[in-house]
């Protein structure tokens, strides 16, 4: 609604706004789910465009092997 309020839109400040690291595996665990799955935002506290930065960097992630797929049958 207000396209000037960008500060404190969410739980991640301007600082992690620009760039989501796909190499922060620490920081993606926070946002998904042990399946590696991306929690919704309403969960993570994420507003729409950081959610969908943060569900972008991990689908990176999870293509490169950073982050788990499902691990169900662990061994
Ligand atoms: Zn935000």
Do not use: W
Not at 11 to 18: A, S, V
């Amino acid at each position: 609604m207000n396209p000037l309020k960008e500060e404190g839109c969410c739980t991640l400040n301007d600082f992690e706004t620009k760039y989501i690291d796909y190499k922060n595996v620490a920081f993606l665990k926070k946002y998904s789910s042990p399946c590696g799955r991306i929690m919704p935002g309403k969960i993570n506290g994420l507003c729409p465009r950081h959610q969908r930065l943060v569900r972008k960097a991990l689908q990176i992630a999870r293509m490169l092997g950073f982050v788990a797929f499902c691990s169900r049958n662990k061994r």
